[in-house]
C-alpha cells in the first residue's frame, strides 16, 4: 500500500511537470525507479526481483514500435517502466491498457470540441501512408504543428497517473 501510495505521488508529479513543460523530469523518473525497486525488496525480499524487472521491462518491449513511429515519447515510455516497477508486469500493461483509454476519450473530445476531425485524420493517414509506402518515419507532428495547435495537446502523464489510480484503487492497493 506504501508503494502504490508513493508512485502515485511521482506519478502526479510527473503529470503536473508534463502540464506545465511538455516533459518529464529523468530525476523524478530514475528517484522513482529506485525508490520502487527499495520498497519492493524491503518487502517482498529478492523474490521482488523478477516481477520488478518484468514490470519495467515489459513496457520497454510493447511500446518500443510506438516510440520508432514517433507515436509514443520516451518520458511516457519511461513513466510506464515506473509504473511496472511498482505493480510488476501485469499491473503495467492494465495501467497501459487503461492510459489508452482515457487519451482516446480524450482525443475524441478534443476532436469533437475543437472541430478537427477532419484534419487530425487527414493527418493522420498521410502520416501512414508516409511510413508504410515510403518506409521513411517522420514524427507524427512536426515542431510547428505543436506551437500551432498547443491548445489541444494532450499531456500522456496525466492519463497514466489516472489509469494507475484506478488500477490501484480496483487492486484494492489504496484506501
Request: proline share 4%.
Amino acid at each position: 500500500m506504501i508503494a502504490e501510495a508513493v508512485l502515485l505521488l511521482l506519478l502526479g508529479a510527473a503529470a503536473v511537470m508534463d502540464r506545465r513543460r511538455f516533459r518529464v523530469s529523468n530525476r523524478l523518473i530514475a528517484a522513482g525507479c529506485a525508490a520502487g525497486i527499495l520498497l519492493r525488496l524491503l518487502s517482498e525480499g529478492r523474490h521482488a526481483i523478477p516481477s520488478f524487472m518484468a514490470g519495467a521491462a515489459l513496457p520497454f518491449l510493447i511500446c518500443l514500435p510506438l516510440f520508432a513511429l514517433s507515436m509514443i515519447g520516451a518520458g511516457d515510455i519511461k513513466l510506464f517502466m515506473m509504473t511496472g516497477i511498482y505493480l510488476g508486469p501485469k499491473g503495467a500493461v492494465q495501467v497501459m491498457a487503461m492510459a489508452c483509454v482515457f487519451g482516446a476519450a480524450e482525443a475524441v473530445y478534443r476532436i469533437l470540441r475543437y472541430g478537427i476531425g477532419r484534419e487530425r485524420f487527414a493527418c493522420f493517414f498521410r502520416y501512414l501512408k508516409t511510413a508504410l509506402t515510403g518506409r521513411e518515419v517522420q514524427p507524427y507532428m512536426l515542431p510547428q504543428e505543436m506551437k500551432q495547435h498547443a491548445q489541444w495537446l494532450m499531456h500522456f502523464a496525466v492519463h497514466i497517473f489516472l489509469a494507475a489510480a484506478v488500477c490501484c484503487l480496483l487492486r484494492g492497493d489504496l484506501p
